[in-house]
């Protein structure tokens, strides 16, 4: 014979304690569920891309040909743009760019890197041999294969965009003062990270 047993009654204390940690696990699902701005990126429109404007010192959230958010008062490399860049020249590549990882960072809040030295600066490099047969078949290789393009030839990388962290604002509001990114205030940097995605196109001109 089968012995079924009733559920045993709750008492009132069981009952609250219950009840408490119900409400305490939801509460804890609800703060893990809250994104990040590096997650909220995740979920950008697929058609948006940048433009850095060298000469205006801006960087505008673009929609086709529509700005969707402009930032003011951006810095670059303290020696200006180029479209010859070599490692450790402090300028800042031209040209189209995409980025390639999204990470924080603890010196400049977060960091985008992009993929610099890209084809075109490759090639333009060999022509004027600025590189060497072994540096251009590294990038070549890379390249071909849709990947992060090697950072430690004669052309340099680790270039990307990002933050102040705590750098001086008004050394920033005054000059170009990059090794060669694209900096902007931390506040910028977490408006701009809402509009991005790994892979987004970036047009340095």
């Not at 509460?27 to 697929?46: E, F, G, K, W, Y």
């Not at 809040?109 to 251009?136: G, M, S």
Request: aromatic share 8%.
């Amino acid at each position: 014979m089968f012995n079924f047993r009733a559920p045993l009654a709750q008492t009132p204390k069981q009952s609250r304690t219950f009840t408490l940690s119900l409400l305490f696990s939801l509460t804890l699902m609800a703060a893990v569920a809250i994104p990040s701005p590096v997650t909220r990126a995740a979920q950008a429109p697929s058609d948006v891309w940048v433009e850095v404007d060298t000469e205006q010192l801006s960087l505008a959230v673009m929609q086709g040909e529509n700005p969707l958010q402009v930032f003011e008062n951006i810095a670059i490399g303290s020696n200006g743009p180029t479209l010859a860049k070599r490692r450790d020249d402090s300028t800042t590549p031209l040209g189209e760019f995409t980025i390639t990882e999204i990470r924080p960072s603890q010196r400049f809040e977060l960091f985008l890197a992009i993929n610099y030295p890209n084809l075109d600066h490759t090639e333009r490099a060999f022509l004027d041999e600025r590189i060497d047969i072994t540096e251009y078949r590294a990038l070549r290789y890379e390249l071909d294969r849709g990947l992060p393009p090697p950072q430690g030839t004669s052309l340099g990388g680790q270039l990307g965009i990002h933050g102040l962290g705590a750098g001086d604002i008004k050394v920033h509001e005054t000059v170009n003062w990059t090794e060669g990114c694209i900096a902007l205030t931390n506040e910028q940097l977490l408006e701009l990270v809402k509009w991005v995605v790994v892979g987004t196109k970036v047009v340095v001109r």
